[in-house]
């Protein structure tokens, strides 16, 4: 691996071997990271941990190769999954939350990483052949980021026009990925009126979410009574201003490629928030009926018609 931080175009100061394997089901990559166990950080033990404060190791992986997308997958020294997805190595979707695996050994002079990726969370062509990848390492103990092909430190790591091919294998063809999410509600609602007997009501909502990977390239989400309580509690805020706080989107619905949404124009600036959808201005919830997305992409473009 070469130093993108802090001395660019220098070997990384300890080395990594790298093995990628696949079958019908996963790409597993394995590596050995080289480096003296007490000089291993991590902050913590969460999924989607703190970038910039922990070791780790990763894969940056760009199905289509046009240089644009990845697929990021990242493990700490103990066992802690990262993921997310990056737009030009500038814009990205760190609420995005894919299902795979990854284990970890710690030993006296180096630690191990595996993990299993599934073909279902790629999105690649018919009769693919070759991955466009980036593979990253941080040695925080040295305030030191390295990566395989080597990135200019004025762009980002995830910059895929300056991926490596990984070539000599044979992915096998895409299947349709169907995620079907049902739900049931039910609600009792009490009411005691003096020394009159209790008065009760129940009622019930029945919906769910489809997601159809109708091909590698076009992904349909539908919704029907949708309910949200599944997503993640967002943190609470005391907010003493006259504007909103900013929460992040955590509803799997609107996950799927929301980068596509974002106009590639900076974090800063964004024409379209999906928050604001099935909320009024106060955050109370207004609910949703139904709802339906399509995204697609090929080579040269993204769409979200």
Known sequence: MVQKDPNQGQPASYPTQIKVLYNEQYLYVAAICYQPK????VQNLRRDFDYD????????IDGYQDKRNASVFQVSPYGNLRDLQALDGTLYNREWDALWQGRTQRLEDRWTVEMAIPWKVLRYPENCTELGVI????????????SLPGIPRVFDVYRMAYEGVLQGIQVPPPSSNLQINPYFLANRDNEKQGTNDNQFSLSSKVGGEVKWAINPSTVLDATINTDFAQADVDRQVVNFERYSVFFPERRQFFLENANVFNAN???WIRPFFSRRIGLDAAGNPIPIDAGIRLVGQDAKNNTAP
């Open 53 to 60: 404060f922990n070791d780790l190791f990763g894969i940056a």
């Open 265 to 267: 124009v900076t974090n």
């Open 135 to 146: 593979f990253t390492r941080n040695i925080r103990s040295n305030n030191e980021l390295a």
């Open 38 to 41: 007490s000089t291993i950080r």
